[in-house]
């Protein structure tokens, strides 16, 4: 059974940058895409970045500018960063697997979700 | 970008009803769009992909429709373990993919 598990700081200040770490275990990290996904207290899912095994990226439009994923096959990991966090950062943030097959695509796997609090 | 747009936002309903939410894209996404239910203090479950699979170990009373930008979640007989928040997401329009605001589900 695939797991994934988050990982970073829980408290990061404002205009610092937000790091976490996903763990996948269970299974291999290749030949999927491995995504980032957000929920602000009391509020909806935003996605934000994914990643494929052999490093391909895409990232949402909105946050762009300022995120970065990375991944570690031979750790089954992979990353996010996050610059110049301010409040509205504020979130709890899941790592999630993506099976994509033939241009068809579900987060089927989710991590827990670890909640990021941005506060001086 | 594709806006989706679910509705209703909060829905109550009695153990047994048959159940249906909406969700509205704002420009053809032929069926990539998939259901998930968030029960409070979870991750998000995958229960509907492509509009209408229903996926590995998931009640069959659970249902989804639709193609183009009009969607329909059903549940068909409603439990106690069906309360959560439930939401649309589609994949057609990289490189953004996007959720519904998510429908609240209660029990009456």
């Known amino acids: 059974q695939v797991q994934l598990q988050e990982s970073g700081p829980g408290l990061v200040k404002p205009s610092e940058t937000l790091s976490l770490t996903c763990t996948v275990s269970?299974?291999?990290?290749?030949?999927?895409?491995w995504s980032w996904i957000r929920q602000p207290p009391g509020k909806g899912l935003e996605w934000i970045a994914y990643?494929?095994?052999?490093?391909?990226?895409n990232y949402n439009p909105s946050l762009k500018s300022r995120v970065t994923i990375s991944i570690d096959t031979f750790k089954n990991q992979f990353s996010l960063k996050l610059s110049s966090v301010t409040a509205a950062d504020t979130a709890v943030y899941y790592c999630?697997?993506?099976?994509?097959?033939?241009?068809?695509?579900?987060?089927?796997?989710w991590g827990q979700g670890t909640l990021v609090t941005v506060s001086s | 970008d594709i806006q989706m747009t679910q509705s209703p936002s909060s829905l109550s309903a009695s153990v047994g009803d048959r159940v249906t939410i909406t969700c509205q894209a704002s420009q053809d996404i032929s069926n990539y769009l998939n259901w998930y239910q968030q029960k409070p203090g979870k991750a998000p479950k995958l229960l509907i992909y492509?509009?209408?699979n229903l996926e590995t170990g998931v009640p069959s009373r659970f249902s989804g429709s639709g193609s183009g930008t009009d969607f329909t979640f059903t549940i068909s007989s409603l439990q106690p373990e069906d309360i959560a928040t439930y939401y649309c997401q589609q994949y057609d329009n990289l490189p953004s993919y996007s959720f519904g605001q998510g429908t609240k589900l209660e029990i009456k």
């Open positions: 269970g299974g291999s990290i290749s030949s999927y895409y």
């Open positions: 999630a697997r993506e099976t994509a097959v033939a241009g068809r695509a579900r987060f089927d796997y």
């Open positions: 990643i494929y095994y052999s490093g391909s990226t």
């Open positions: 492509d509009a209408s």
